[in-house]
Every structure is written in C-alpha cells, then in structure tokens.
C-alpha cells in the first residue's frame, strides 16, 4: 500500500530538516513509536512499534535504515520488523522531500509505502489503512503544530 502526504509551513528548510531528522522527537509525535536509539546519525536506528489491531497486540522491534541522504533537502528511510507472537512482519519504505515555497516556507512531502504480511494481515486491508493514517494525521499534525502548517 502506499502514501503521500504534502504539508506547507511556514518555517524555512533549515529548521525543517533539524526538527524532522531529529529521531527523539519525531518518537514523540507517533504514539505506537517508542523506545527509539540512534545506532549511527543519520544512518541506522531501532526502535519499537506497539499497537493493538482488532483482537492483536502487536510489538515489533524495528530496525531503520537511512538509504540515501541529501542534506537539507532529502531522506529515505527503509523500516521493518517482526511481531514473532502474532506471526506478522511490517516494512516501511518512505521519503522525505522539502523544497522551498515561493512565498517563503517549506512544502514538506512524505510519500511511501508499507507492507504489513502474517496473521495481522488477516484483518483486512481496510482496517490497516485506516491504522496508517491514523499515524500520518497524528506526524502531520505535529508537524504543522512545530513547523507552522499553512
């Protein structure tokens, strides 16, 4: 499945970048995310996903990679992990674009995809869909909150 989510804000790329690479904080901003660690900076990172989905308690220990890099402007970042309880995998694979707006400020945009497979997928791709954006409303609404949406 895949997403693409696009913000403006008021803030200018630079401070965007310092607070959107700030792994702590973005943590913070995604409530089923927990227990983040910076292996590398911006190279490698683990943390843990926990969530309920319909009778399923799921916890995965998510190991993320940053794949490609430009400074200030760019990031991909590749997640996965196993919940080995509830026999189910999930990968993320997402990228994170700001460019300056005419009128001054950022267009931030996310635009990605996911895979969830194993017992979990059994509950359908509609209510995995909605789990998903329940977690891109909750990022992008901090993120308006922090950066100055528009």
Aim: proline fraction near 2%; hydrophobic fraction near 45%; charge should be negative.
């Amino acid at each position: 499945m895949t997403f693409n989510r696009e913000l403006s804000v008021s803030s200018d790329t630079k401070t965007c970048w310092e607070v959107l690479t700030d792994v702590p904080r973005l943590v913070e901003w995604v409530s089923i995310v927990d227990d983040a660690h910076e292996i590398a900076p911006l190279e490698k990172y683990t943390a843990v996903l926990m969530d309920r989905l319909g009778p399923f308690k799921l916890r995965a220990d998510l190991d993320i990679v940053v794949s490609e890099v430009e400074i200030g402007r760019r990031i991909r970042v590749r997640a996965s992990g196993e919940d080995r309880q509830v026999s189910s995998r999930i990968g993320i694979d997402a990228v994170l674009t700001l460019d300056d707006l005419a009128a001054g400020g950022t267009k931030v945009q996310v635009d990605g995809s996911y895979e969830v497979i194993g017992r979990v997928a059994t509950l359908g791709a509609g209510m995995i869909r909605q789990k998903a954006a329940k977690i891109l409303d909750e990022f992008f609404g901090r993120a308006a909150t922090e950066l100055g949406g528009q």
